[in-house]
C-alpha cells in the first residue's frame, strides 16, 4: 500500500472507564465519538487495544478520505502503544496520524491545530511521540488553566462545569469540523479557518 492509498489515523486521547468520560481529559474521546457519527459507524474492540471505527470523512461518498477513528484503550499515559499498534496494523505513515488532546495553556473551546512539537507536559502525547517521535498532526482542544492553586491533575480529572457543558457540544462540533478540514484541506487552510 502506497502512502497514498493509506488511511488517516485520528485518535482521540482519553481514559478509558465511565467514570472518566465526561473529564476534561476526554475532550479527544469526545470528538471521536462524534466523528464515529458522522461517519456512521460504531466502535468496535480491535486487537491493538483500542475501539476503532473506519470509513470516510470530510466529503460525500468516494470524495471523502478514508480514516479510521481510534480510542486507545489504555490509560492516557501509556496512549503510545495502542496508537503505535494502529500505526503499524493500518500502515498509516506518521504525517497521516492526528492526536486530538487537551490543552491546558489555551482558553476553554479553542482549538489550535500544529503539527509536530513539544507534548506540553501532557502524558498522552509524551508516550505516542515517545514511541512514533514528534512528526504528527495535533488538534489542541483548549479547557483552560485550573483555578487558584488546584492541582492540574485534579483539574483534567474533573467534569466539565455546568457552565462549561452549556458550550461543550458546540466546541467538540467545532473540533471534529476541524479534523475534517485538516484532511481535505491541509493544514494551513484548517489553522486560518480554526486556529482561536
Same mark, same amino acid.
Given at each position: 500500500?502506497?502512502?497514498?492509498?493509506?488511511?488517516?489515523?485520528?485518535?482521540?486521547?482519553?481514559?478509558?472507564?465511565?467514570?472518566?468520560?465526561?473529564n476534561? @481529559?476526554?475532550? =479527544?474521546?469526545?470528538?471521536?465519538?462524534?466523528?464515529a457519527?458522522?461517519?456512521?459507524?460504531?466502535?468496535?474492540?480491535?486487537?491493538?487495544?483500542?475501539?476503532v471505527?473506519?470509513?470516510?470523512? *470530510? *466529503?460525500? *461518498?468516494? !470524495?471523502g478520505?478514508?480514516?479510521?477513528?481510534?480510542?486507545?484503550?489504555?490509560y492516557?499515559?501509556?496512549s503510545g502503544?495502542? +496508537?503505535? !499498534?494502529?500505526?503499524?496494523?493500518?500502515?498509516?505513515?506518521?504525517?497521516?496520524? +492526528?492526536? $486530538? @488532546?487537551?490543552?491546558l495553556?489555551?482558553?476553554?473551546?479553542?482549538?489550535?491545530?500544529?503539527?509536530?512539537?513539544?507534548?506540553? =507536559?501532557h502524558?498522552?502525547?509524551?508516550s $505516542?511521540t515517545?514511541?512514533? =517521535?514528534?512528526?504528527?498532526?495535533?488538534?489542541?482542544?483548549? $479547557?483552560?488553566?485550573?483555578?487558584?492553586?488546584? &492541582?492540574?491533575?485534579?483539574?483534567?480529572?474533573?467534569?466539565?462545569?455546568?457552565?462549561?457543558?452549556?458550550?461543550?457540544?458546540?466546541f +467538540?462540533?467545532?473540533a471534529? &469540523?476541524?479534523?475534517?478540514?485538516l484532511?481535505?484541506?491541509?493544514l494551513e487552510?484548517?489553522?486560518?479557518?480554526?486556529?482561536?
Amino acid at each position: 500500500m502506497s502512502d497514498a492509498d493509506s488511511p488517516w489515523l485520528i485518535v482521540g486521547l482519553g481514559n478509558p472507564g465511565p467514570e472518566y468520560a465526561a473529564n476534561r @481529559h476526554n475532550v =479527544g474521546f469526545m470528538v471521536a465519538d462524534l466523528l464515529a457519527g458522522r461517519m456512521g459507524g460504531r466502535f468496535k474492540a480491535h486487537r491493538s487495544r483500542a475501539q476503532v471505527v473506519e470509513g470516510r470523512l *470530510g *466529503g460525500p *461518498g468516494p !470524495a471523502g478520505r478514508r480514516v479510521v477513528v481510534a480510542k486507545p484503550m489504555s490509560y492516557m499515559n501509556l496512549s503510545g502503544g495502542p +496508537v503505535t !499498534a494502529l500505526r503499524d496494523f493500518y500502515k498509516v505513515p506518521v504525517e497521516r496520524l +492526528v492526536a $486530538i @488532546h487537551d490543552e491546558l495553556d489555551i482558553g476553554y473551546g479553542a482549538l489550535r491545530l500544529k503539527q509536530g512539537g513539544g507534548d506540553n =507536559g501532557h502524558n498522552g502525547l509524551k508516550s $505516542i511521540t515517545k514511541s512514533l =517521535g514528534a512528526d504528527y498532526f495535533r488538534v489542541r482542544f483548549g $479547557i483552560g488553566r485550573p483555578p487558584g492553586r488546584m &492541582d492540574v491533575a485534579a483539574f483534567v480529572l474533573k467534569d466539565f462545569s455546568a457552565a462549561e457543558r452549556k458550550e461543550l457540544d458546540y466546541f +467538540v462540533d467545532r473540533a471534529a &469540523d476541524s479534523v475534517e478540514s485538516l484532511i481535505t484541506d491541509g493544514l494551513e487552510r484548517a489553522q486560518s479557518t480554526y486556529n482561536t
